[in-house]
């Protein structure tokens, strides 16, 4: 079996009429932790709803392939049910429906297979423990009066039921406090094995400096300008993106 | 409250239609032999005969409403008015006839009885052929029957109320109402008396071209409280069917009330129906309504706020197809100092369907301290339909709050994106959001009636979103 | 008395809402002679201002209901051609006095292709020529009901024409005495990325009747009304706001703010239509009534039609006595309560005439504002 998980190949998205990706090339294996770092507008979230093809953005050229099979053009719940997970920066709020049947709806649509609500209830609830959510959230409206914290744990918890092959992290740190940043880190602990790949969306090292990351890119003006070890997020953390600006 | 688990509804149980099989049908039109012959089968006292009359000399003087949507299609002189069904008044489902005891089962009516209800009312056509309550409930003092059994055995009750809260001179369709009126359910809870578990009428019109006319009085006595629920259906015909029933609510001081209505009316109906209710003091009346079907409907119902300190609410939905406009909406007057309402208003509008949100909020120059809030929110699935919102705001005093928020829009693509990321197709999306979004009206309802709401909101959906 | 019925809804609702028109029961006056007070003044030098203007008929979508009048009795008629790209000022403005009591006037607007423009068009009673007892400043204006208590009319009709990615901004400052009638109909059309702004000052007259349409036709169509208004006595104040968006990613933005006195009574109705193919247009509607007394009225009918689905519409309302809680903090820094409300009045009032550009009208409008609250 190949290791490849994610392959992104000469990648070129438009905001309307506006070029954002000017080709972008990632590879991501099995068992690794990917990093995108970046000044803001240079591209970071907009690689992340490419991969789940977003139909905001276009795709003017390059294709993204998941385990060799190209999924540039398969409709988001198609790629979801692939295996492609994306913790968003900012969680739509669903009235109506609570995160308990919400999830039990995606998991068997994600699985295929029926879901047993009392192993799932009970698989639900383990990981809230981890992530420090109070259980009383699995019976409110997805979202809905969730405090900016508790909407990303949601979205942690979401990636652990669901259980992908690939996670995308979408800033899922930003304006969380030292505790919530931690309690992600776990959840991505927890999640991550030899099997499924990570690519974590961030401006912020502390999120990664209790995981073990394989690479580190920096993404300007929608193009990786570097690639580096996890020391590189160091670097940027102390001296910025200057130098890879022109 | 218990828990029954319907099965998926399709809209056969509603669309099935029984043989135009009945004891007695008027013929067409609307004359003062027509009025005199109903109120001659009716065996009506001669009060309730003089009322009638008078209410055809009303009608006759009236004009049209002048505003909403285009009635033109309706010929009075093509409805049958009154209609009555075979059999006589039951309180036993078995002395039901057979032919409409199966529409009931088909309906669930008899199945929520025994799980979920305090009483139960059925009319079909132009008479209720069932009626029933808790014996223990009897025993408290509470009456519950149909309006002709409520004329004869309580008239003075009747006559102290009947007509009072709608004035027969609303409008042309109250007018016609009181002349023609037919079956319907009368409630008394007297002063002190709660009921815990809901009491539910359920209307049927099966014979085609023809009027259903029901008067639903309820009088809460002080300090008393009820959850009535008020269900209607009818198969579709090809021929214009009317409805123009009136609901008159009394709520006494520190009383309770809660009207709940789901209406489901075929798709050649017009719905011209009239509800209001007088609230005293410290009391509170409660609307909740989901309108599904119909071909046309008007409907406001209306909150007289008439004590200090009584409140309402209103939580209605509705959610118009092909070839139906819904003119729907909510009406209160704030007569008295610290009064408040809220209104919680959704509209769907789809497949050249027409919503129109229209109101009136007034508060009075007398009611200090009063607060008012409204929301309404419309959505449109396609570009074809329409949705208006038609608020007014008459404001007559400084010491009060009142706010109004209206918005309209399209599903956003932003949530479609969300939930398509975690594996749900862009139907099943689309449809959970809609649900969503008539969440918290479903979540007013019985459950019965919430799973209900939800699989008309699926059949709605089917075909419609793509 | 006749009654006649202006500012009639685009759709109509409930008769005994008594908001479809308004009865308007002063008199119209059947002569009208000449008005001579009309200064205008430009200060490019580049526009086209041209008096007596024979302009063709016309007819306008939605009016006040008095546009005969002005087809057949306009005593002034004005034509301003925008041909700068600058926002120097044009000024028109009437003053009416004993000898010139009646006014109806037809403004037209044209703002050519890529044009700037600020427009101020002010129709107020002359200033009085004595000091007297009651005059607390007497350099400045006053409500002139005391000094001049003639009761002046006007009807007239504002149109303006905002061409392909002009910018357009037109300041109508209405400060009639309380005895006078009002009737003010501006008629707009907007066309491709033209941005038209409208601030209306409505400070003045026993009725005061105010019809604004806007037809945003062009695609990026940009129009945004900002209005407030002051009603003391038992004056009537009747608005008839209506946009209709036909072109895509339109965006029609009205905001009225206002507040009510005495037996005063305010009508307002606003419709915002989405019509079919205005995609992505967006539509945002907010009033707001302070009432500062218990015998003031607001009556309020905002509404929203919606042919098109993929339009962002919204609409809010409130009306009531100001918030207690921000009188008290004001009153604990030292303010008596009269200040106080007058304060917040004036704070609702701030993000329309920081919009007026020019600092004089701005304390004109300032003052006249502080002699009807007092």
Redesign the interface.
């Known amino acids: 079996m190949s290791k490849e998980l994610l392959n992104i190949k000469d990648l070129y998205v438009n905001a309307g009429d506006k070029e954002i990706l000017k080709g972008i090339n990632l590879k991501i294996n099995k068992g690794e932790i990917h990093v995108i770092m970046g000044p803001n507008g240079s591209g970071k979230s907009t690689t992340a709803n490419a991969i ?1 093809n ?3 953005y276009t795709k003017v050229q390059g294709k993204v392939e998941l385990e060799g099979k190209d999924i540039s053009n398969l ?3 198609e ?3 692939l295996g492609v ?2 913790s ?1 920066q900012l ?2 709020e ?4 609570t995160v308990t049947n ?1 999830l039990k ?2 998991k068997n ?2 699985t295929g297979k029926p879901v047993k609500i009392f192993e799932f209830k009970d698989e639900l609830k383990k990981y809230m423990d981890e992530l420090n959510m109070n259980p009383k959230n699995m019976d409110r ?1 997805l979202n809905v009066g969730f405090s900016g914290g508790e909407k990303k744990k949601n979205e942690i918890l ?1 990636m652990l039921v ?1 259980n992908p092959k690939l996670a995308i992290l979408d800033e899922t740190d930003s304006g969380l406090d030292v505790d919530a940043i931690r309690t992600v880190s776990k959840g991505i602990e927890l999640f991550k094995n030899d099997e499924n790949g990570v690519l974590i969306i961030t401006h912020n090292n502390k999120i990664l400096r209790s995981l073990k990351v394989d690479y580190v890119h920096v993404l300007v003006d929608g193009k990786i300008v570097t690639t580096g070890s996890q020391e590189l997020a160091t670097i940027i953390e102390n001296e910025g993106y200057a130098k890879y600006k022109n | 409250m218990a828990k029954t688990q319907l099965e998926e509804i399709n809209r056969n149980i509603y669309d099935f239609k029984n043989k135009d099989d009945y004891d007695y049908k008027i013929k067409k039109g609307l004359t003062r032999e027509i009025v005199e012959e109903i109120s001659k089968q009716k065996n009506d006292p001669d009060w309730m005969r003089e009322i009638r009359l008078k209410a055809l000399e009303i009608y006759n003087q009236l004009e049209m409403p002048t505003w909403g949507p285009d009635l033109s299609e309706l010929n009075m002189d093509e409805i049958a008015t009154y209609v009555r069904p075979k059999g006589k008044m039951a309180s036993s489902w078995e002395d039901v006839p057979e032919e409409i005891r199966n529409t009931f089962d088909k309906l669930g009516i008899p199945d929520s009885e025994k799980t979920s209800l305090a009483g139960v009312g059925a009319q079909y056509d132009s008479e209720v052929v069932y009626h029933s309550m808790k014996e223990d409930l009897i025993k408290q003092g509470v009456i519950y029957t149909d309006m002709e059994t409520a004329v004869r055995e309580y008239p003075e009750i009747v006559k102290k109320y009947f007509m009072k809260c709608v004035p027969i001179n609303d409008h042309k369709f109250v007018a016609l109402h009181a002349a023609v009126w037919s079956g319907g359910s009368f409630v008394y809870v007297p002063k002190g008396v709660k009921l815990d578990i809901p009491l539910q009428s359920y209307f049927r019109l099966n014979s085609p071209e023809s009027g259903q006319f029901e008067h639903t009085l309820i009088i809460v006595e002080e300090g008393a409280s009820l959850h009535f629920i008020e269900g209607c259906s009818a198969p579709k015909y090809n021929k214009v069917n009317l409805h123009a029933g009136c609901v008159e609510l009394y709520v006494g001081d520190n009383a309770y009330l809660r009207y709940s209505t789901i209406e489901n009316w075929s798709k050649n109906m017009m719905n011209l129906n009239t509800k209001k209710a007088i609230v005293g003091k410290n009391a509170q009346v409660d609307w909740v309504s989901g309108s599904f079907g119909s071909h046309i409907s008007m409907l406001y119902p209306m909150s007289i706020l008439n004590g200090e300190g009584a409140k309402t609410e209103y939580t209605g939905i509705s959610f118009a197809g092909k070839d139906q406009n819904l003119d729907t909406g909510f009406k209160v007057i704030h007569n008295a100092p610290n009064t408040s309402s809220v209104v919680n208003s959704k509209s769907i509008s789809k497949n050249g369907g027409k919503c129109t949100y229209r109101s009136l909020v007034r508060i009075m120059e007398n009611a200090k301290n009063s607060k008012s809030s409204v929301s309404c929110e419309s959505l449109m699935l396609d570009d074809f339909s329409i949705s208006d919102t038609i608020p007014t705001n008459d404001i007559r005093t400084d010491e009060v709050e009142f706010s109004h928020e209206a918005s309209i829009g399209k599903i956003s693509e932003k949530t479609i994106f969300y939930l398509m990321s975690r594996g749900i197709s862009e139907e099943d999306a689309k449809a959970m959001i809609v649900r969503g979004f008539a969440y918290p009206i479903s979540k007013e309802l019985p459950v019965e009636y919430a799973v209900e709401m939800n699989n008309l909101i699926n059949l709605e959906l089917e075909g419609a979103i793509g | 008395m006749e009654k006649v019925k202006l500012n009639q809804t685009p759709v109509r609702t409930c008769r005994n809402f008594k908001i479809n028109n308004i009865d308007f029961t002063d008199k119209i006056p059947s002569r009208i002679p000449d008005f001579h007070n009309v200064k205008i003044a430009q200060e490019t030098g580049k526009d086209e201002i041209i008096t007596d203007y024979e302009f063709d008929n016309f007819e306008v979508k939605f009016g006040s209901g008095l546009e005969d009048q002005i087809k057949e009795q306009a005593n002034q008629k004005i034509k301003i051609d925008v041909k700068s790209k600058t926002d120097k000022e044009i000024k028109v403005e009437f003053d009416f006095d004993e000898e010139n009591l009646k006014l109806v006037d037809y403004i037209e607007i044209v703002a050519e292709e890529n044009t700037t423009s600020n427009i101020y068009i002010i129709y107020r009673n002359k200033l009085c020529n004595e000091v007297q007892d009651h005059c607390d400043d007497p350099s400045q204006r006053c409500s002139g009901v005391q000094c001049a208590p003639y009761k002046a009319y006007h009807n007239g009709l504002i149109r303006i024409v905002a061409n392909n990615n002009s910018k357009v901004v037109v300041n109508i400052i209405n400060l009639m005495n309380k005895e006078s009638s009002n009737i003010l109909g501006v008629d707009s059309k907007i066309e491709d990325s033209a941005k038209l702004k409208l601030n209306i000052v409505d400070f003045g007259a026993k009725t005061s009747v105010t019809n604004v349409y806007s037809n945003l036709a062009g695609k990026e169509a940009n129009n945004l009304i900002n209005s407030i208004y002051l009603g003391t006595d038992k004056e009537v104040i009747d608005m008839n706001y209506i946009a209709e968006c036909f072109g895509e990613k339109s965006n029609i933005n009205i905001d009225v703010q206002g507040a009510l006195k005495d037996e005063a009574v305010k009508h307002f109705k606003g419709t915002i239509d989405f019509k079919k193919g205005c995609k992505k247009a967006t539509g945002n509607e907010a009033e707001n009534c302070m009432l500062l007394s218990d015998k003031a009225k607001s009556l309020a009918l905002p509404m929203l039609l919606c042919s098109e689905e993929d339009v962002e519409g919204n609409h809010s309302a409130s009306s009531g006595k100001a918030d207690n809680k921000e009188i008290f903090y004001i009153m604990s820094r030292g303010f008596d309560k009269k200040s106080a409300e007058k304060l917040l009045v004036r704070a609702k009032f701030n993000s329309l005439l920081e919009g007026i550009s020019n600092q004089e009208m701005k304390q004109e409008i300032s003052y006249e504002m502080d002699q009807k609250l007092d």
Do not use: H, W
Not at chain 1, 94 to 97: K, N, R, S, V
């Open positions: 789940l977003n139909p905001e409709k988001t719940d790629i979801a049910r997970f994306m968003f969680p739509e669903i009235p109506g429906i919400f709806y995606a649509k994600v409206s979401q669901l």
